[in-house]
Nanobody, 119 residues
Framework: QVQLVESGGGLVQAGGSLRLSCAAS????????RAWYRQAPGKQRELVAAISSGGSTNYADSVKGRFTISRDNAKNTVYLQMNSLKPEDTAVYYC?????????????WGQGTQVTVYS
């Protein structure tokens, strides 16, 4: 069974910071948490930041310079440090992981964590 446990969301004033965590586990699967997405009400889910197994990162233009994605391979956990938050960052944030078992591979989503930024 694959588990992605997300934490760190909440309510924060504009200009504040939050740190999201996504811890991955699974008994018989290889799980690689690799990215954060977000979905605001009435909008499509969008990529916020991604990190490769080698540590290369890419970010949505809207968060560059404010958000930082990182990973702890020993804990199989990926983080999203969010600074200088804006009301438009308000959304449900989802962790995404690449999962493999033998020759099969697929992507798996966490349950999401709400981030609300008020002005």
């Amino acid at each position: 069974q694959v588990q992605l446990v997300e934490s760190g969301g909440g309510l924060v004033q504009a200009g504040g910071s939050l740190r999201l965590s996504c811890a991955a586990s699974g008994d018989t699967f290889s799980i690689n948490p690799r990215a954060w997405y977000r979905q605001a009400p009435g909008k499509q889910r969008e990529l916020v930041a991604a990190i490769s197994s080698g540590g290369s990162t890419n970010y949505a233009d809207s968060v560059k310079g404010r958000f930082t994605i990182s990973r702890d391979n020993a804990k199989n956990t990926v983080y999203l440090q969010m600074n200088s938050l804006k009301p438009e960052d308000t959304a449900v944030y989802y962790c995404n992981a690449a999962v493999s078992s033998g020759s099969r591979g697929w992507y798996y989503w966490g349950q999401g964590t709400q981030v609300t930024v008020y002005s």
